[in-house]
């Protein structure tokens, strides 16, 4: 499968726990991009890399989230004691260029 | 906030007709997409037109952009029940040569048997 990947797919986690999400890109893109969706709600932009510098925070992204991308290639979105407001769809893209986002399936999370 | 606004929010039609959507937009924008997305999965991109083409087609999909009027209409012909899903489009800021995209709170198609 040559698609964007995310791991893992679905998460559950208590209140105030860390939770790490991975992505990993179609290969040669050079640029991924974090988006959270909830219910009922288009995609909202978080935060995008440009090879492994991150070049923009939506102000969405508060302090307990953080994102990296080590060498240009996966990358990963953590959040620090999660929020019952943190429950949602994380869905990550990347693209070559100013070309066509590919999404990958997206980590739902529940905070319960 | 969220750029573009899609009409109607929810679209129920038979199979075999057609299924008509637009979606609105505030600022300039260097292209618009349209994305399909099933029920609790990720985003299946449609097709892209950029904001110095009107019209674009694949298979099934129409899609036409006028900048004049900062909107643009996805057309399915011929709609099956496969067709059932969430429609959102998707715009590109000029001004961000990075090309994050702004969503719409998209419309929800279903298409019975």
């Known amino acids: 499968d040559t698609g964007v990947s995310q791991n893992p797919r679905h998460k559950i986690t208590k209140r105030g726990q860390n939770v790490t999400f991975r992505c990993d890109p179609i290969s040669e893109h050079n640029r991924l991009y974090w988006y959270r969706q909830t219910l009922g709600q288009g995609p909202e932009f978080l935060t995008y890399f440009q090879n492994e510098a991150q070049l923009e925070k939506s102000r969405l992204l508060s302090d307990r989230f953080s994102a990296e991308r080590p060498k240009g290639s996966f990358s990963t979105l953590e959040i620090q004691r999660t929020e019952q407001g943190d429950s949602a769809m994380y869905l990550c893209?990347?693209?070559?260029?100013?070309?066509?986002?590919?999404f990958g399936q997206g980590t739902r999370l529940t905070v319960v | 906030s969220q750029q573009g606004e899609e009409d109607p929010q929810a679209l129920s039609i038979q199979e075999g007709e057609n299924a008509t959507m637009n979606c609105s937009y505030k600022t300039s924008i260097n292209n618009l997409q349209w994305y399909r997305q099933n029920s609790g999965r990720g985003l299946v991109h449609l097709i892209l037109?950029?904001?110095?083409?009107r019209e674009k087609h694949s298979g099934r999909l129409r899609v036409t952009l006028d900048t004049s009027k900062k909107s643009s209409s996805l057309l399915i012909t011929a709609s099956r029940a496969a067709d059932t899903a969430s429609y959102f489009c998707a715009t590109g800021d000029p001004t961000d040569s990075w090309g994050k995209l702004q969503f719409g709170a998209g419309t929800q198609v279903v298409v019975t048997p």
């Open positions: 037109i950029r904001s110095n083409e």
């Open positions: 893209a990347s693209s070559f260029r100013v070309s066509e986002a590919f």
